[in-house]
């Protein structure tokens, strides 16, 4: 009896760490799936190793592996504070945690760029008493997030896929995205400014350390991966020092990398060489591409993401300039049209109050500036 009872415990604990394991990475498990599906269609052979982007996957890894080193000894919270701690006033303060979130996440990608920031948010406008801003602070470092990394390959994974698909020149790569990313700082500077009060604010200035010779170590290893990035080293390198400096260093940090991320990426190479390969697929996206990249992509960006419309469409047409564009302003929009708009949702739900009804308010909140967003980047690009 008390053996069936021992194993009956053991497997609820397992099917609740499977369960935790699947809504947190539901993404993955959409990736998978649809990857399954297409092997029925698309038998797995000799062609299927074409499919994959090792350097992308790699440039991720040793991105992301860096930026948990970092943030493992506080850096950028401590950087993050400081800046927070000379303004004490509710306006400039808000916006400089969406600029520092902008700025982030051309560093050192969007997603990671709110892990990190977005607590901070939290913790600042609690500390502050003014958690009534918290849903607004919140989206803005959204949108931040995911318009701040247009303009570096390094900045969105799906920037990084297509600047190494179509080995986009650094300085064209620049000047396509300059003019969206340009007019998405003018757009956050004035909801912020429009929508928080010039409120008197303090923070509590308390030391957090952090090791000065690890931060100059682990800055040189993310300077070796932007290298890499740049096309400067080859990415082998990385994928040699890296790792092999921080399973001395900081053990924890590739503990901590993203691996559903890098996942996600593989499954999503398999969906998409699978349906490059079907004949009716191939036929009937060729011609909504042929009709207008920009606006196919950045609709594709609302159903199915952002970096999966990347990866996808890229198979199926040669106008990298509105595919970039596509992918990269259709990451605003629904609540899945970026897996960092989820990585938000999920923080907002952790840090928000108990009611119920908050969530709904944030959604509703989050669809109206995001779509806002979403048509006047859309109008001003085609107009351009």
Same mark, same amino acid.
């Given at each position: #009896? ?17 369960? $935790? ?74 916006? #400089? ?59 969105? +994974?799906?920037?990084?896929? %297509? ?92 503990? #901590? ?26 036929? %009937? ?19 199915? $993401?952002?970096? +999966? ?28 049209? $970026? ?41 001003? #690009?085609?107009?351009?």
């Amino acid at each position: #009896m008390n053996e069936t009872h021992h194993h009956g415990a053991d497997l609820h604990w397992i099917m609740t760490r499977v369960w $935790s394991f699947l809504k947190k990475n539901l993404v993955l498990v959409i990736a998978f799936i649809a990857a399954a599906v297409t092997t029925i269609f698309v038998p797995i052979d000799r062609e299927y190793i074409g499919y994959f982007d090792f350097k992308t996957l790699s440039c991720l890894f040793c991105v992301l592996a860096v930026v948990c080193a970092l943030k493992n000894i506080n850096f950028f919270y401590v950087l993050a504070k400081k800046i927070v701690i000379l303004f004490k006033n509710a306006k400039i303060c808000v916006l #400089m945690l969406v600029y520092i979130t902008f700025i982030g996440s051309m560093l050192i990608a969007n997603d990671m760029a709110l892990l990190t920031f977005l607590p901070l948010g939290y913790l600042v406008l609690e500390s502050t008493g003014k958690k009534k801003y918290m849903a607004f602070t919140f989206i803005m470092q959204n949108i931040a997030a995911n318009l701040g990394g247009m303009l570096t390959p390094f900045g969105n +994974p799906q920037n990084l896929y %297509l600047y190494t698909k179509f080995e986009i020149p650094n300085n064209e790569f620049m000047a396509i995205m300059l003019p969206p990313f340009l007019l998405a700082i003018a757009l956050i500077t004035l909801c912020c400014l429009i929508f928080v009060r010039s409120e008197p604010l303090s923070v509590a200035d308390e030391h957090v350390p952090v090791n000065r010779k690890r931060a100059v170590l682990y800055l040189l290893l993310f300077a070796l991966s932007i290298a890499i990035v740049f096309r400067g080293i080859p990415y082998w390198v990385g994928l040699i020092v890296i790792p092999a400096v921080l399973i001395f260093a900081d053990r924890r940090a590739l503990k #901590m990398v993203d691996y559903p991320l890098l996942f996600t990426f593989v499954f999503f190479f398999i969906f998409s060489g699978n349906m490059a390969r079907i004949e009716g697929v191939r036929n %009937l996206f060729s011609m909504l591409l042929g009709k207008s990249t920009l606006v196919f992509s950045i609709l594709s960006c609302q159903v199915i $993401s952002n970096v +999966p419309s990347a990866i996808l469409l890229s198979q199926f047409t040669d106008n990298y300039r509105e595919l970039l564009l596509g992918v990269n302003i259709g990451g605003v929009g629904t609540l899945i049209s $970026s897996l960092a708009s989820l990585i938000t949702f999920r923080e907002y739900v952790k840090h928000g109050s108990g009611k119920k009804r908050y969530p709904l308010y944030y959604i509703l909140l989050f669809s109206a500036f995001n779509f806002a967003f979403l048509i006047i980047l859309t109008l001003f #690009m085609l107009i351009l």
